[in-house]
Structures are given as structure tokens and as C-alpha cells.
């Protein structure tokens, strides 16, 4: 036998083994699955060019496609160039797009549980909320509630904490809340209802000119960088902090769990982590931005930045727990959530109160 008849004869009892073992569907699955190229589609609920936000998910697109070497293309929209803010979460659960970034509480209205993955008053902060999510089964009982809906979260950012908000009066009792009609949306906005004032609902694009003409006395917003941008330092006097209703808001990456399976083990490697990569991006600029941005509201002697009095971030947060009672006994899928992030925050506390909250007392003082 030639070289070359020998080569062939092997390559075929090769191929004839090959042909009986169990293997062959999926080596022929995989080198399928390593040329197949993906161009999906990603829509956010931020808008065109939002600092840090919109420049995350369009990061994690870039980072995604190298990583893949092309194999996985995406391209981001922002709210509204292909699908309103709002309407996200149905695009992506229709499977109509692959993709979608925003934050769980947008969607309270369909998944009044999914606030919990996102912030909830006077709730765990960035920290608490990862330990959760990763290692608390925050991330798993996340997964059960969006699963009906043909969607799988992974988390994708954070906010950290946000300011109180822009007033243009002072806070000095409970007192002054009642009436007070002030831009909060969601469980903050029930809270603040509670206490006797006026939540308004209404969009980003809305906020300044609403507050400069007085149609609302207050707004909350993210923190100094994005208020600042929205030139609401312009438009109140009074800024106060902390941000008791959003301590630390999470975002998410959304992907319709059919499109996703169909992702060989590969990809989804690079997805997964590049989401990871990414919340951790999001959280470390926005806590450089604000500093830098704070620093410029400091000098600016026509604002005037106050802390809540502790009175009353102590009713508002006693009204917190009874907004959160009374959505839970009307609820049971909000109530399950809701246990499981109570239990884990109360560990979780322990841990921060001898660690943490006693370091920056200590440093506080100085
Ligand atoms: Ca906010």
C-alpha cells in the first residue's frame, strides 16, 4: 500500500469509529456551531448617547464581537430608535429582538417582584446587592421570575447610590413633604405618598423644565454627574442626600432564552462574562464621575447640599415597611422575593454593621 492509500484507509477506519461512537454528532454539532455567525440586535432604555449607560451597552457589544472574533454581532439601539424605552422587555420576551439593557423596576407593572433585582427604599446598596445576586441566589430566584416570560437576566451594572434629590424648598420635618409634588418613581414615589406628598411620574427629557417652572418642587434623578448633565443644578436651590429611595439601583442584560440557547458554549461563556465585566465598569464610573461631579456643585455657592434630617428618613423608612407589607400581602410572588431579600439583608447587615458602618463612623468623625 502507497503512503497515501494507508493516509486514506486510516482517515476512513477513523471515520468509521467515529461513525459508531456517540461523538460524532456533536464534534460535527460543534465545528457547525464554532463557523455559524450571530447578528443580533440589543435595545436599551436609555437615551441615544446617555453617559455611562448607553455607553456600557454599547461596550459590552464591542467587547463581545472581539472576544467572538465576529461570531457574535451586536447592535445596540437606543429607547426609542428601534423599540420605546418601555417596551423593551416585551420585544425581548417576543423574541422580536435578541436583547435588551435597562434596569427590573422599569417592568413593575408586569413584574411588580422584579423591583427587588433592581433597588427598593432604604435596600441594600451596590455591595449587598452583588454578594446577593451572585452568591445569595438572588440571581437564581431572578431567573424563576422572568422565566414565563421567555427571558433570562444577568446583571449589568449599577447606579450606586443616588442623591435624595433637587428641591426648591427646605426638608426640615415631615411636614413639608405633604403636598409636595416631586418627580420619584415607583416604590419611592408609594413611600412618598404615603407621607403626604404628590409623586409625579414623567420622563428623563421632561424633568428640567418641569422643575425650573415650577410645575413640580422637587425631582430626584441619579446622582451629581447625570443631575448635573441634566442641568438640574440650574433649576433648585436645595440638594439634599442620601438617596434613601434607589441606594443602589441594578441594571440587567435581558436575552430572550430561546435565542440564547441556540448560542453554542462558547458565546454564552463570553456573554456571561462580559456582562460581568461590564456591571462592575458601569458601578467603578459611575462612583468616579460623582465625586467629580460633586466637587462642582460644592463650589457653585447658589446650591445649597443638605442631609435629610434623620428624623425623617427614619419615618420614611418606617412608612418603607409598610408600603412593602401591603404590596406583599396582596402578592404572594412579590412576597416570596421579598423574604429571600429580607433574609439575606439581615445576614448580610450583621456583617456590614461590625465591618463597614463602624470603619466609616471612624472616619466620619475625624
Ligand atoms: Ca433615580
Known sequence: MTVTKQVIMLLLSILLVACDGPDIGSDADKATAERRVFNWKMVTTWPPGFPVFQEGAEEFARRVGVMSNGRLNIRVYAGGELVP???????????????????????????????????????????????????????????????????????MGNTGMQMGGWFNKKINSLDDIKGLRMRIPGLGGKVLKRAGGNPVLMAGSEIYTALERGTIDATEWV????????????????????????????????????KWNELPADLKQIVETTATAISQTIYSQMEYNNQIALQAIREDSRIELLQFPEDVLRELRALTAVTLDEEAEANPAFKRVYEAYRNFREDYTEWTRLSEDVYQDILRSE
Open 85 to 155: 424605552p418601555l417596551q423593551v422587555f416585551d420585544a425581548v420576551s417576543q423574541g422580536t429582538i435578541e436583547m435588551g439593557h435597562g434596569s427590573p423596576y422599569y417592568w413593575a407593572g408586569k413584574v411588580p417582584e422584579a423591583q427587588f433585582f433592581s433597588s427598593v427604599p432604604f435596600g441594600m446598596t451596590a455591595k449587598g446587592m452583588n454578594a446577593w445576586l451572585y452568591y445569595g441566589g438572588g440571581l437564581e430566584l431572578w431567573r424563576e421570575v422572568y422565566a414565563p416570560f421567555n427571558v433570562v437576566p444577568f446583571p
Open 223 to 258: 446622582a451629581p454627574f447625570h443631575d448635573q448633565r441634566l442641568g438640574l443644578n440650574r433649576a433648585a436651590k436645595f440638594y439634599y442626600y442620601p438617596g434613601w429611595h434607589e441606594p443602589g439601583t441594578m441594571f440587567e442584560l435581558i436575552i430572550n432564552s430561546n
